[in-house]
């Protein structure tokens, strides 16, 4: 794969790859990025439906766009995606993904109508004093000097960012404006998570930044995202010969890491409570979901709240990632992403490493 500029290769059909009747792939997950991958390898890939196996632990595939129903509860999602008009991947997939509503109309059809008849848009952005509306009226409230520390974060290079809060960074000229209001409540930030971060945000959503005040960069889908988006993946996914394996928890990946290459050896699975390891072969694909936004999530209720839980999950995304990256450290850190150490009073805390999205209305 390779970036290209303009729509004139994306709209082009790819030629069937080299020995692709010989592969066979393994997605970890059932999430959004999961059966993204699985839409690709049939669609673009042209890989036979049937050599696509997907491994979800759970008996419902989605991921963080779950949209399921708990008797006790009610609905949860768990997680969500704030789209906009340059998720170009997503709508260039979902151009070919068909409705399961109506005959002859594209997901991506079904997005554009709805956002075109009923744009989005909240006419009352914050509220305070219990209920009141807050009259930020679409004004940023940004001094000369907060203007001036947001370009110099966005102009940083990543390297000076490193271990730095984002209050190392603004102070009460950015932090007490209406701008870091709409900010946080649209991609829950706070105000000592990573400047690192928070630069990044701000060169993927620079062109949010007049949607701010009132929503209006935002699109929705007409379900939840679960019925809107993963059903309809899923049933074209099924109509290929697409192998869905629930009940499948992926405990590890182990590798072959020797004369300077890494390649996959095999996948240990825990299936119908029996350790299994499914073998693999130098023409199978294996792609892996590390961590995981919603891994560690707990469910409330009206009436009492969500425990905290900072353990890892045997057999979840966060404790597979600890087990590869246990077996060569260019694989990475989980710690990187739970744990951070204050050095000045040498006292660890537990990052939480999850995003919001506003709830839609007018």
């Known amino acids: 794969m390779y970036y290209s500029s303009g729509n004139y290769e994306a709209f082009a059909r790819p030629k069937k790859p080299d020995g692709v009747d010989s592969k066979s792939a393994y997605i970890i997950g059932s999430g959004l990025a999961a059966l993204s991958a699985a839409c690709y390898l049939v669609r673009d890939g042209q890989m036979e439906g049937s050599r696509v196996h997907v491994l979800e632990k759970d008996s419902v595939p989605g991921g963080a766009c779950d949209g399921m129903y708990y008797t006790s509860v009610g609905y949860v999602m768990r997680g969500g995606r704030e789209m906009d008009n340059h998720f170009e991947c997503m709508w260039d997939l979902f151009r070919s993904i068909p409705s399961i509503e109506t005959e002859g109309v594209s997901v991506l059809d079904e997005y554009y109508w709805l956002n075109k008849a009923d744009p989005n848009f909240s006419l009352c952005r914050a509220t305070e004093k219990q209920g009141q509306d807050a009259h930020t009226d679409k004004k940023f409230g940004l001094s000369d000097k907060a203007c001036s520390q947001l370009m110099k974060l966005y102009l940083t290079a990543n390297e000076e960012l490193y271990n730095k809060k984002i209050t190392d960074v603004f102070d009460d000229e950015v932090l007490n404006s209406n701008f870091w209001l709409y900010w946080r409540t649209m991609f829950a930030f706070e105000n000592w ?164 999205f506003p709830a839609r209305g007018k």
Not at 236 to 259: A, C, H, M, R
Not at 328 to 343: H, L, Q
Request: hydrophobic share 35%.
């Open 193 to 356: 998570h990573s400047a690192l971060e928070m630069k990044l945000y701000m060169q993927r959503f620079v062109h949010h930044i007049g949607g701010l005040p009132d929503f209006t960069a935002l699109r929705f889908t007409k379900y939840n995202q679960y019925e809107s988006m993963i059903l309809p993946m899923i049933k074209y996914l099924e109509s290929f010969g697409v192998q869905f394996e629930y009940g499948v928890k992926v405990e590890n990946v182990t590798f072959d890491i020797s004369g300077g290459r890494k390649a996959a050896t095999g996948i240990e699975v825990i299936r119908n409570g029996a350790e299994e390891t499914i073998p693999l072969t130098e023409n199978d694909l294996v792609f892996i979901t590390n961590g995981g936004c919603v891994e560690n999530s707990a469910i409330g209720s009206q009436n009492t709240p969500s425990e905290f839980n900072k353990e890892i999950k045997p057999g979840g995304g966060w404790d597979m990632w600890r087990k590869i990256a246990a077996q060569d450290k260019s694989f990475g850190s989980v710690y990187a992403f739970r744990v951070r150490t204050d050095f000045k009073t040498a006292k660890r805390r537990i990052t939480p490493c999850f995003r919001g």
